[in-house]
């Protein structure tokens, strides 16, 4: 029986998978996004389509994991100094629109389906959540995460998530009396206690652990220790009846201004995309379309008018904060639809006796075919959206803080490059795995990042795709298959590599980096020129003594590239010694 079972769960996920695969490849060739190739995977799988998956509840409350792990993602992005630069498009922004979506929504429920005030707010206040899942990456995928409208649109989000946990607090408060459990009041006082609970244990516990780890260089630890503290902090807030999303948040703000946050990113983002992936599959799977066939004009109608309305509201507020017409419709349309929260906090709903099941399934499949619009309306509206160029040619572009270098390795060499590009007013991104070294550098006051430089996901969370520059100063030359690698998927920075020795120029002369350059070449020639000049030797002739170094070095190179390898030029080095040495 229990071979049985086994066999069921993985033929189960062989066939979400590979509908998921499917799905979302034709659906990201056709640039409708991931999330809706998820939602309709999980249709077609669904006991309404094909019935080839059934248990869609229990999938879901597996995938929610993927919700756990977004929200610590979400926390790992809320650096302090982060959060204090963007705090009144979180707090000022966010919050109005948070407010003004939910009761707007809540009063359209109470006009149109005449439910009582309690269930009302229970449907409205959820549907004015957006979709951070959807949002985001559409928005990575832009290129638009790091402008000003991608910020407004990420601080939002932002609050929204923040907004959870007192969504989740109201909404057992109205339902406390149709069920045994803590009041609403007492709900947020369990929530202080135990933020203020996990932050100490995240101080005391969580940075020593992974300071430990740092020094072992163990990745596998590392992805362990990060699963962990995910789940550990999940299931202290589950215990206490509370959300399982709060405490994986507080989780990632914990260690959020830590040098472990973009090592914390790369381990935790493939469990999180393939979680939030079937979430969104157990979405579709339990999209009732007997609930749609039965009211199709309600449901397709409210989520029409759901649309409109956040839209307006959210393009009003952009306009209040003199954004143009143009950036404040795209926001508008950006955030229209429903959030993959509501489907938690119906749940609760539900469990605390303020809406039916049958009316959960009803507004899910609105905020299921909202998601699902907002491709289409996005496509539909790029030509009203689009800025028009201007009279003298290019169109204005976005205003890049500039995000300018990433320099992976923080020693002697990673040290100058980096503090010279500062200098020079660039914002400058440091990572190293040395943990020894990381130590060092906070103490003289640097901000250095552990991770392993080598891996792309890594550069792609420490933000590789936005910046002009990469900048490998290791010891460890990467090789030319990497360097490759990182050039393609990260086209518009541009490489530079520090050598070790010819060898090491020589392996990477055909690779996409745009210089590579020996760490002792220009050491050496300046001591060499203070040599000249202690023993006696003009300007000039310590000027010419260099450029023909130089010429005779470059010679050498070309040949050596040409033939790949040191010795391609051995017989011209003799003839070269030989001239220096006015032999014949």
Same mark, same amino acid.
Request: aromatic letters at 8%; glycine letters at 12%.
């Given at each position: 029986?229990?071979? =049985? =079972? ?15 695969? /499917? ?24 006991? =309404?389509?094909? &019935? ?43 919050? +109005? ?11 359209? /429920?109470?006009?149109?389906?005449? $439910?009582?005030? +309690?269930?009302?707010?229970? !449907? ?50 109205? @339902?406390?009396? +149709? ?26 516990? !969580? ?9 072992? &260089? ?28 709060? &405490? ?63 839209? +307006?509201?959210?393009? @009003? ?48 499949? !609105? ?31 976005? =205003? ?27 914002? /400058? ?20 990042? $552990? ?11 420490? &933000? ?12 460890? /030359? ?16 541009? !490489? ?24 002792? $070449? ?63």
């Amino acid at each position: 029986m229990e071979e =049985h =079972h086994a066999g069921l769960m993985l033929r189960d996920a062989m066939l979400m998978l590979g509908f998921a695969m /499917v799905a979302v490849l034709a659906f990201r060739r056709a640039g409708l996004g991931a999330t809706l190739g998820y939602l309709v995977a999980g249709a077609l799988l669904g006991p =309404h389509v094909l &019935g080839l998956v059934g248990n869609a509840e229990e999938m879901a409350e597996v995938a929610e994991l993927g919700i756990v792990m977004l929200l610590f993602v979400v926390g790992l992005e809320l650096s302090p100094a982060r959060l204090w630069r963007l705090k009144g498009a979180i707090f000022g922004l966010g919050l +109005a629109q948070v407010t003004t979506c939910g009761l707007a929504v809540t009063a359209t /429920v109470l006009a149109l389906a005449g $439910y009582p005030w +309690a269930a009302a707010l229970a !449907i409205g206040l959820p549907l004015g959540l957006s979709s951070t899942a959807q949002v985001l990456p559409m928005l990575q995928s832009g290129g638009k995460l790091r402008t000003p409208f991608g910020e407004r649109a990420f601080a939002i989000l932002l609050f929204q998530d923040l907004s959870i946990i007192p969504l989740i607090t109201i909404v057992a408060a109205l @339902g406390s009396g +149709a069920e045994d459990g803590p009041s609403g009041w007492m709900l947020g006082v369990l929530t202080l206690v135990a933020v203020v609970g996990l932050v100490a244990a995240g101080r005391l516990l !969580i940075r020593p652990l992974f300071s430990l780890i740092g020094t072992l &260089g163990e990745r596998e630890l590392f992805i362990v220790a990060a699963l962990f503290t995910v789940l550990a902090s999940a299931v202290v807030m589950e215990a206490l009846g509370l959300s399982a999303a709060l &405490g994986a948040f507080i989780a990632g703000v914990m260690l959020a201004d830590t040098r472990y946050r973009h090592e914390l990113e790369a381990d935790i983002e493939p469990f999180r995309a393939i979680l939030l992936g079937l979430f969104f599959v157990a979405v579709g799977m339990m999209l009732d379309i007997g609930v749609i066939a039965e009211n199709p004009l309600f449901v397709i109608g409210f989520a029409v008018l759901l649309i409109a309305v956040k839209a +307006a509201i959210i393009m @009003g507020l952009g306009l209040l904060l003199k954004m143009r017409w143009r950036a404040a419709l795209a926001l508008g349309l950006l955030l229209s639809q429903g959030g993959e929260f509501a489907f938690v906090l119906y749940t609760q709903a539900v469990q605390g006796g303020l809406i039916s099941i049958e009316q959960s399934s009803l507004f899910g499949a !609105i905020v299921t075919l909202s998601m699902a619009a907002t491709p289409f309306l996005m496509i539909a509206t790029r030509k009203i959206r689009q800025e028009p160029k201007r009279e003298g040619g290019e169109r204005e572009g976005p =205003h890049d803080e500039g995000a300018g270098a990433l320099v992976v390795g923080f020693g002697r060499f990673g040290q100058t490059v980096a503090q010279t590009l500062l200098a020079g007013g660039l914002s /400058v991104t440091l990572i190293d795995r040395n943990d020894a070294q990381i130590d060092t550098a906070e103490d003289f006051g640097s901000k250095v990042y $552990y991770g392993d430089g080598t891996r792309l996901d890594l550069l792609r969370q420490a &933000g590789a795709a936005d910046a002009q520059l990469i900048m490998f100063c290791m010891d460890e /030359v990467p090789g030319r298959e990497f360097i490759d690698s990182v050039a393609e998927t990260f086209p518009k920075a541009t !490489i530079y590599v520090r050598g070790f020795d010819r060898k090491s120029v020589i392996a990477l002369a055909n690779s996409k980096a745009e210089y590579v350059v020996r760490e002792v $070449y220009e050491s050496a020639l300046a001591v060499a020129r203070m040599a000249l000049e202690n023993v006696g030797l003009s300007e000039r002739e310590i000027d010419e003594a260099e450029t023909t170094y130089r010429e005779n070095d470059r010679k050498r190179m070309d040949l050596q590239i040409e033939g790949g390898d040191i010795y391609a030029a051995k017989e011209m080095t003799r003839q070269q010694q030989r001239a220096l040495r006015g032999e014949s």
